[in-house]
């Protein structure tokens, strides 16, 4: 049993999938890292120094904090801001990976499109084209 499991561990695919889990958590960290510390600052001065994250909307009235983290220990809110910086968070991935995908699509037809030889002719195209040029050496 534990040699079939490293057989399977061991094959192409699943170890290929693990080393794209550990990047995509990796380049998840640098996106995010992206958006709070570039991105959201300058939508913040933009806008007038506001910073997206602590705006909330309190749904009950013992909230009466001024940051999200007081105010999710005293009572039930609506984090708006915190869904907004996630919000874009998410399209700025899914845009960087839609532009790596598309770069790799583009690089492997051009790979495809240069090693794309024509196909060898069959056993009966080659006896055809002699029977062919007998016939126009008779001629």
Do not use: C, H
Request: charged letters at 20%; zero cysteines; proline letters at 4%.
């Amino acid at each position: 049993m534990w040699k079939e499991f490293r057989e399977f561990a061991m094959k192409g695919n699943v170890v290929d999938l693990a080393v794209g889990v550990i990047i995509g958590a990796a380049f998840g960290g640098i996106v995010s890292s992206m958006v709070a510390d570039i991105i959201m600052p300058i939508v913040g001065a933009v806008t007038g120094g506001l910073d997206f994250s602590n705006y909330f909307l309190p749904l009950s009235e013992s909230v009466n904090a001024s940051n999200l983290s007081d105010a999710k220990k005293q009572g039930a809110v609506l984090a708006w801001g915190n869904f907004l910086t996630l919000t874009l968070n998410f399209l700025i991935v899914a845009f960087v990976l839609f532009m790596v995908i598309k770069g790799m699509n583009r690089l492997k037809r051009k790979d495809e499109a240069a090693s794309a030889e024509p196909p060898k002719p069959t056993r009966e195209e080659e006896l055809l084209t002699e029977i062919r040029d007998l016939l126009k050496a008779k001629v």
